[in-house]
Antibody, heavy 125, light 107 residues
Framework: QVTLKESGPGMLQPSQTLSLTCTFS??????????LSWLRQPSGKGLEWLAS??????YYNPSLRSRLTISKETSKNQVLLKFTSMEPADTATYYC??????????????????WGQGASVTVSS | DIQMTQSPASLSASLEEIVTITCQAS??????LAWYQQKPGKSPQLLIY???SLADGVPSRFSGSRSGTQYSLKISRLQVEDPGIYYC?????????FGAGTKLELK
């Protein structure tokens, strides 16, 4: 069973850089076709995909690409997200989610099938 | 970016009632569609992937279907544990995009 947990500073000031860590267990990023995504959800609003690391490639939401860096520390079972120039509009719960392959009807689907509990981040002066 | 238009935004239904939620993709995404359920204060839980395949452990009253670029989630007999917010997600191409969500309540 895959479990994930996000950790971060909780609160930071505008213009600072957010550093988040997702620590996972029950799986490994060394396994091919596995990966991990970061997403966020402002309070009372919908979900937004931020970035993914999958098969040694990084993928970013183009609208936020200049501010995001995703990286992994395989030996520690961790994936990191750095988010620069934080502003109050970035206040949200940040989730990490595991990507697993599912074979169905002749196709492999890569699905975010396990999520962490979320880390609340508030940006305020 | 692929837009996912989800409807309705909210609905109220009675126990044992049939509930249907739809997502319209702005372009062809094949079967790269997943459905999630989110309860208050919790992270989303996977219900359906590949548009129609039920995830492990999900009750069989949940089902997914596709007609062209329209995708539907059906709950055949609403149960007391089913209220929450439901989201569709297209995994066809980055940026991966969600529908705005459907808030399901018990009448």
């Amino acid at each position: 069973q895959v479990t994930l947990k996000e950790s971060g500073p909780g609160m930071l000031q505008p213009s600072q850089t957010l550093s988040l860590t997702c620590t996972f267990s029950g799986t490994s990023l060394s396994t091919s076709n596995m990966g991990l995504s970061w997403l966020r959800q402002p309070s009372g609003k919908g979900l937004e995909w931020l970035a993914s690391i999958w098969n040694n490639d990084n993928y970013y939401n183009p609208s936020l690409r200049s501010r995001l860096t995703i990286s992994k520390e395989t030996s520690k079972n961790q994936v990191l997200l750095k988010f620069t120039s934080m502003e109050p509009a970035d206040t949200a719960t940040y989730y990490c989610a595991w990507i697993s392959p599912y074979y169905y009807d002749g196709t492999y689907y890569y699905v975010m099938d396990a999520w962490g509990q979320g880390a609340s981040v508030t940006v305020s002066s | 970016d692929i837009q996912m238009t989800q409807s309705p935004a909210s609905l109220s239904a009675s126990l044992e009632e049939i509930v249907t939620i739809t997502c319209q993709a702005s372009q062809d995404i094949g079967n790269w569609l997943a459905w999630y359920q989110q309860k208050p204060g919790k992270s989303p839980q996977l219900l359906i992937y590949g548009a129609t395949s039920l995830a492990d452990g999900v009750p069989s009253r949940f089902s997914g279907s596709r007609s062209g670029t329209q995708y539907s989630l059906k709950i055949s007999r609403l149960q007391v544990e089913d209220p929450g917010i439901y989201y569709c997600l297209q995994g066809y191409s980055a940026p991966y995009t969600f529908g705005a969500g459907t808030k399901l309540e018990l009448k």
